[in-house]
T-cell receptor
Framework: GAGVSQSPSNKVTEKGKDVELRCDPI?????LYWYRQSLGQGLEFLIYFQGNSAPDKSGLPSDRFSAERTGGSVSTLTIQRTQQEDSAVYLC????????????FGQGTRLTVV | DQQVKQNSPSLSVQEGRISILNCDYTNSMFDYFLWYKKYPAEGPTFLIS?????DKNEDGRFTVFLNKSAKHLSLHIVPSQPGDSAVYFCAAKANFGNEKLTFGTGTRLTIIP
């Protein structure tokens, strides 16, 4: 596609439920990031994929969070047993790995845990 | 450990004047630096970047300056326009190895008409 696509754009879920967020990167982009932005906060790094592997997943807040990427393309971020503090905008970005390349972001998924 | 810092949470500038946004970093492995602009309810959009081998990069009204010895970069917008009102994020990464993109906390720029 022309840009990074994220779905759903909005998700309201009950506390304790599992949610799955999807990211479709730009075609040909080998690397992919997940971030989240809580209300009034900056961009918090979650995980970085290079192909299907994750060289850096140091930002995942707890073991309730997991992410995978298949076929070097689509990535899903799964949050199990959601808590209210998980409410945030989850942003995905993709880029072509290598010298001096910029990352392009999707519009984000706004997750609200009630 | 905040490796990229934007010490000014907000900045107000008169329309037509110069806006200067600042960013400091601590990791000497960073060799590519980027600025992103973010409007509410939208994802960040890439604005301008600079490689560590340069000290200046210009694109229209936007210029980024890099001082490697001070580990400092700045974004200059001149002349500032009302549409420039947004949150600006500085980001940094290494070009090889772990390419994690590390962001600053952002500066909210308001252009006063």
């Amino acid at each position: 596609g022309a840009g990074v696509s994220q779905s759903p754009s909005n998700k309201v879920t009950e506390k304790g439920k599992d949610v799955e967020l999807r990211c479709d990167p730009i075609s040909g982009h080998t690397a992919l990031y997940w971030y989240r932005q809580s209300l009034g906060q900056g961009l918090e790094f979650l995980i970085y994929f290079q192909g299907n592997s994750a060289p850096d997943k140091s930002g995942l807040p707890s073991d309730r969070f997991s992410a995978e990427r298949t076929g070097g393309s689509v990535s899903t971020l799964t949050i199990q047993r959601t808590q209210q503090e998980d409410s945030a905008v989850y942003l995905c970005a993709s880029f072509r790995s290598g010298l001096n390349t910029e990352a392009f972001f999707g519009q984000g998924t706004r997750l609200t845990v009630v | 450990d905040q490796q990229v810092k934007q010490n000014s949470p907000s900045l107000s500038v008169q329309e037509g004047r110069i806006s200067i946004l600042n960013c400091d970093y601590t990791n000497s492995m960073f060799d590519y630096f980027l600025w992103y602009k973010k409007y509410p309810a939208e994802g960040p959009t890439f604005l301008i970047s600079i490689s560590s081998i340069k000290d200046k990069n210009e694109d229209g009204r936007f210029t980024v300056f890099l001082n490697k010895s001070a580990k400092h970069l700045s974004l200059h917008i001149v002349p500032s326009q009302p549409g420039d009102s947004a949150v600006y994020f500085c980001a940094a990464k290494a070009n090889f190895g772990n390419e994690k993109l590390t962001f600053g906390t952002g500066t909210r720029l308001t252009i006063i008409p």
